[in-house]
């Protein structure tokens, strides 16, 4: 019996690189004159998902602002989706925006050219205009405190839910950990002694909300129980 996969739909890429923006804290930045990686120094406009920067004054960005002509510098900026729980490989995702930054009072704004989305198994450069009308997946700022909640506070339910999951993905599994939420599915990571894998377990309906997302874990542990209930 494998996972219920009820037109298992998955963010898009835009909405994908939405919440990476959305969530990030650091940023790498890498212009002409270096690399620096900046911390707590950016912000993202919730309308459009423009980045703004507060450049440091003995960063490498401070820099390239200097040495650019009228100030702007080419930019290319990298934020890193990392899992909450401690797992294997924790980067989920890349998000990559390039342009030019351009001064307005104390913050540098990104003109972006192009961006890319790099999971782990595809590279997808996204559509400017669907990435600045696109939101944050609703369960973005949440999603930290969900998963560790779910991995230190129920780990009998993660394993539960691994009766969802197809028998032969299972074999050789030495661990099971919550990787990621969103509105519509729940992703568990499977760690082997070698190597790992993901699975995903869509929900009936997207969870806009912490009160639908409530429902619909509930949902998925009642299909669990039924499944052992009737055998595999």
Known sequence: MGVRQIAAAVPTAAARARSVLAAAWTCGVTTDVGQDDLVAAHRVAAEDGTVRITAPAESVLAAAVLCAPHGRPTTLLEFADVAPVPVRDRVRARVWLSGELVPDGEELVLRTERAVLQTRTERIGIDLDELAATDPDPLTLAEPRLLTHLADSHPEAVE??????????????????????????????????????????PFHSPADDLASLTERMHCLLASAQSVSRRGR
């Open 160 to 201: 539960q839910l691994t009766r969802l999951v197809t028998p032969d993905s299972l074999h050789r599994v030495v661990r099971v950990q919550p990787l990621a939420v969103d509105r519509h599915g729940l992703t568990l990571r499977l760690e082997r002694a070698r190597g790992q894998a993901d699975v995903r377990i």
